[in-house]
């Protein structure tokens, strides 16, 4: 493979531009930026615009229905640009692609090459070849994250530790997307992250489908998710540490306790509830129940008393009754989560729950348990978000806010966004005094005392 990206570098050759549109979860991010590495790799440049590159790519989503909708939409958008220019070049990559498979060259004839998320090498041994004719792959083969990368951000990485999920929730598509799970070496993990260090990264995500389940699959030696926790910690030069997800089945006291004990893990963990009623859960497939979950957060809050703690939560799932839904609620309302990423059910094809005929909860009755779950979201979380007015935060800058370019965004340890006054550049970390704070946003003042006595 090296060798065929060395060929392609030969300068005679005119420089192909490539565009490339994520959709979906920190997974894709990951994967988009070594789709990016590997062009550049072959001699590609990116383009700002669709409408320039000769090779246009989507890096899929399939996780609910609204994500499927949105990416077709777009890929009429690129068909039109290849009616113009019939030399350019369609993929698609990612969850969608590998649903459907070979279903996307009948559908969308337009398609060049498709591949799913274990073949994203596979792209640049499509584009070297001499193949006129549509290709797909898509058997898992590699792991992404071993390909060079293109980073979003100069100081933070996503490393990907882990591929694939052993877990059967029935809602869910991704194991029928990323296939078995396969942690990568420990090893190879440490070295990546030293390199990132070594390259001025100072935060590292790590990412994974189940997280915490990492390294029980590796031979000869198993490892566990908080070695791996320990060992990036000790890299030099790495400040902040995250990792994203972690199954609350497997969220045990050695990771909890790594929160409390390794300086550089950040105090936020995403730890997604689903639903509050042991019923919904039990229909779900996701092997703990409310007691469960609770004694985890119980866990939390006794080592890591300021840990943020968000979700991912499920309304309308088949069967759910008002009595279940207010069991949600009640949890929602007793976590007091720092946020929340709620979602409307949506029946995936293939899944165990797109098959249930019965109980299944009318669209406007979704809608209205989406609206009252929002509302206690996000009070608790503005509640919550409170106990952080009047502290200095240490803060990774971003760039400018969105909202005022006179203002400068960046995030807390605790993932919270905030949005400053202040003279940092981006990449910086800078104490921020904390004036006030909404469910999603805290609003502050650089302390640029503290600067002046750096
Ligand atoms: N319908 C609605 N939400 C879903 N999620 C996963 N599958 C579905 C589905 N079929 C949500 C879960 C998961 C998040 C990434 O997306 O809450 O944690
Ligand atoms: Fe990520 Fe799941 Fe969407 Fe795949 S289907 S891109 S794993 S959110």
Redesign the pocket.
């Known amino acids: 493979m090296a060798l065929r990206f060395v060929r392609l570098m030969t300068p005679s050759r005119i420089q192909k531009r490539y565009h490339v549109t994520t959709f979906g ?1 920190q997974m894709n991010e990951h994967d988009s930026e070594r789709m990016k590495g590997m062009l550049e790799g072959i001699g590609y440049v990116e383009a700002a615009e669709q409408a320039e590159a000769d090779l246009i790519l989507f890096n899929t989503c399939s ?2 229905e609204k994500a499927d909708s949105r990416f077709v939409a777009h890929l009429g958008h690129a068909s039109a640009v290849k009616k113009q220019r019939p030399e350019v070049l369609i993929g698609v990559g990612g969850c969608w692609a590998q649903s459907v498979k070979d279903e996307v060259f009948s559908q969308f004839p337009f398609v060049d090459v498709a591949f799913g998320p274990g073949q994203v090498h596979k792209l640049a041994e499509f584009l070297t070849s001499d193949s006129l004719t549509a290709q797909g792959y898509f058997e898992f083969e590699g792991f992404a994250g071993d390909l060079p990368a293109k980073r979003a951000r100069e100081v933070q990485a996503w490393v990907q530790i882990s591929v694939g999920c052993n877990m059967n ?1 029935s ?4 194991p029928s997307t990323r296939g078995r799970e396969v942690s990568r070496p420990f090893e190879a993990l440490l070295a990546e992250c030293e390199r990132l260090a070594a390259d001025g990264v100072k935060e590292i995500t790590l990412l994974g489908q189940n997280v915490n389940a990492y390294g029980r699959d590796l031979r000869p030696e198993r490892r566990q998710f908080s070695e791996l926790l320990r060992a990036v910690d000790a890299i030099e030069g790495i400040d902040r540490v995250r990792y994203t ?1 972690p199954h609350p089945k497997d969220m045990r006291e050695d990771v909890i306790l790594a929160h409390a004990e390794l300086p550089s893990l950040c105090e936020h963990i995403h730890l ?1 509830l ?1 639903a509050g009623s042991s019923r919904i859960l039990k229909a779900m497939k996701r092997t703990y129940n409310r007691e469960r979950f609770m004694d985890r957060v119980a866990l939390i809050r006794e080592h890591v008393p300021d840990c943020a703690i968000t979700t ?3 309304v309308g799932f088949p069967g759910e009754t008002e009595a279940d839904f207010r069991e949600t609620l009640e949890v929602v309302e007793e976590v007091g989560f720092d946020g929340a ?1 709620t ?6 094809r293939g ?1 165990e ?1 797109a098959e249930i005929t019965e109980g299944l909860v009318p669209h406007e009755e979704k809608v209205e348990r989406m609206q009252r779950l929002v509302e206690v979201v996000q009070r608790r979380g503005h509640e919550r978000a409170q106990r952080f007015v009047g502290r200095t935060l240490e803060v990774l800058v971003e760039g400018p806010s969105r909202t005022d370019p006179t203002r400068l965004r960046g995030r807390s340890r605790h993932g919270k966004a905030v949005n400053f006054t202040g003279l940092a550049l981006p990449g910086e970390t800078v104490r921020v005094e904390i004036l006030s704070a909404s469910s999603q946003t805290l609003m502050g003042e650089e302390s640029l005392l503290a600067r002046a006595l750096v």
Request: glycine content about 0%; hydrophobic content about 45%.
């Open positions: 979860c996780i609910r929730c809602y869910c598509i991704v997800s997604p689903q991912d939560i499920i990423f979602f409307v059910f949506s029946p995936r899944t729950a």
